[in-house]
């Protein structure tokens, strides 16, 4: 009597030293989540060491891949200088000097591929012999041969030589025949 409920009796005489905690030893919550817990806990650690090692690693490659990258710009720099002494300016400008340059051997390479019609010549005269230069002049991005040799079918050696492979295209302007040999006027220009 003189209480409104049993929960009011209960909070006025509640006395937290002399309480017994009912969910403790084998029915604590505690011990539930330890059960599931503990086959974890080794291959969390390990995981735990894993990642650490392996951001270590990797911030130290970083670091290392820095400095080299540091050095090779240094380098490149002062090759840049010592080839484009007026261009290469400041490390800055550096890789726009070299794309400009690079574009504009690129452009003269595609007008004036010389060398390409050069090494292919040479490659043809090796494999059909009873040909001789005679002259060559290099305009418009061609090279005009004057050849002479032994019989037409020389020429028709070469023409086959070039046929069979796409890095020259090879005209024939004029081919003449005589007693002393043939005289060969041909075009070669790139394919």
Known sequence: PGY??????FA??????ASINLLQGAY??????????????????LGLVWLALAGTY?????????RE???QTRSNFARCQQV???????????PAVIEQQTRLRGASTNRAPLFQLLATLHAA???T?????????????????SLTGTDLQKLEALRAWYGARREAQLQVEAANAGASGVQIRLKLTAA
């Open 69 to 71: 990258l540091a050095a």
């Open 84 to 94: 484009l002494p007026k261009d290469c300016v400041s490390e800055a400008l550096m």
């Open 28 to 45: 604590s919550e505690k011990q539930d989540w330890q059960r599931v817990a503990q086959p974890w806990r080794l291959a969390g650690a």
């Open 4 to 9: 409104g409920s049993a929960l009011e009796v």
């Open 58 to 66: 990797q911030a130290a490659a970083a670091w290392r891949t820095g």
């Open 12 to 17: 006025r005489h509640w006395q937290p030293q």
């Open 129 to 145: 012999p009873g040909l001789t230069l005679e002259s060559m002049q290099f305009r418009e991005g061609a090279l005009y041969l």
């Open 125 to 127: 005269l090796q494999a």
